[in-house]
């Protein structure tokens, strides 16, 4: 689920997308290569569908229902991969206003609450582009947030493992799993070097969502 342009394009209507004149982005043709993957608009029927695994990519507001029900299915087992930027940089030449634009900010914050989790905006970061590392992937990526364990009455049955970097948070709630990623900038593959536009799987990028994907499968394959 989300807002960035990856399954169909910037600025994709029904008639490109019906003539074939719509193109993924690269994040999403290797996710496609990678995974049985498919986008949804709704939660509805998480609990029925029962999917391995749910990557949130900066989505669009979503209705209280589906974050009660992304809640309650992790915490009877399932897994999710939030990915919420609190300044998103990602361009677009959609007008202001245009709802097919990218969310400028992660509205996430009921459910991240519930789990005694705040998303914050480092207020020295702007939209130059700058290089993070996670284990033994680098990329590129801007105005990267961080993620801080808070107090709530909430908090029944998270756990939470802070990694060595502020923007990714690993959590335990109920018995499913939860990684948190305060940045979403990295998936656009404008910020990557020319080899990984040629070869996705080359890009530190693509590389890091891997190893959260395999991680929640395998906890040994986890970097910190």
């Not at 969502?209 to 906890?219: K, M, S, Y």
Request: negative net charge; charged residues 25%; proline residues 6%.
């Amino acid at each position: 689920m989300t807002s960035l342009p990856l399954v169909w394009g910037e600025g994709a209507s029904m008639e490109s997308i019906l003539s074939g004149r719509s193109e993924p982005a690269l994040i999403y043709q290797y996710w496609l290569e990678q995974y049985d993957i498919a986008a949804v608009d709704s939660l509805e029927n998480l609990a029925q569908d029962d999917p391995d695994i749910v990557i949130l990519a900066q989505p669009r507001p979503m209705d209280p229902a589906d974050l009660t029900d992304l809640d309650g299915w992790v915490r009877s087992g399932g897994d999710v991969i939030i990915l919420t930027d609190p300044e998103l940089f990602w361009p677009s030449t959609l007008p202001l206003g245009d709802p097919r634009r990218p969310l400028a900010s992660g509205l996430l914050s009921p459910l991240l609450d519930h789990w005694g989790l705040k998303l914050i905006a480092v207020a020295e970061e702007n939209e130059d582009v700058v290089g993070r590392r996670f284990g033994d992937h680098f990329f590129a990526t801007r105005g990267v947030g961080r993620l801080e364990q808070v107090m709530t009455n909430g908090t029944s049955g998270v756990e939470c493992d802070e990694s060595a970097v502020e923007f990714v948070i690993q959590c335990s709630v109920g018995t499913g799993r939860a990684s948190i990623i305060a940045d979403a900038d990295f998936l656009n593959a404008a910020l990557w070097t020319d080899e990984a536009r040629r070869s996705p799987k080359k890009s530190g990028a693509a590389r890091f969502i891997d190893t959260l994907v395999n991680g929640h499968f395998d906890p040994d394959i986890a970097a910190n």
